[in-house]
């Protein structure tokens, strides 16, 4: 199983980045699917995530800005973020699990770093 993430890159603050990661070697659209970040000095953080039934959750710091989404058919969730801001440096991890993300036993795409200039 391989996770490739890309998307990231330098931004202005209040603009717009979309993050994609596209899984191989099996099928998932049966698996939870999200992203993490990690900004410098701090713990890997929960941003969003989303169900096989289209369930949503997103961080509380996100809400209205970021829209995590799908595509089964291409095994590749993606991260729209809009009106960024220089908190959301960080660099972005996606991850795949059966029935959580972030647990032992889950997928980890590379990371996507994201820088947001003030």
């Known amino acids: 199983v391989q996770l490739q993430a890309s998307g990231g890159g330098l931004v202005q603050a209040g603009g717009s980045l979309r993050l994609s990661c596209a899984a191989s070697?099996?099928?998932?659209?049966?698996?939870?699917m999200g992203w993490y970040r990690q900004a410098p000095g701090k713990q890997r953080e929960l941003v969003a995530s989303i169900s096989s039934g289209g369930t949503t959750y997103y961080e509380d710091t996100v809400k209205g800005r970021f829209t995590v989404s799908r595509d089964n058919a291409k095994n590749t969730v993606y991260l729209q973020m809009n009106s960024l801001k220089p908190e959301d440096t960080a660099v972005y991890y996606c991850?795949?699990?059966?029935?959580?993300?972030?647990?032992?036993?889950?997928?980890w795409g590379q990371g996507t770093l994201v820088t947001v200039s003030s």
């Open positions: 070697g099996r099928t998932f659209s049966t698996y939870v």
């Open positions: 991850n795949i699990g059966l029935w959580r993300i972030g647990v032992p036993g889950s997928y």
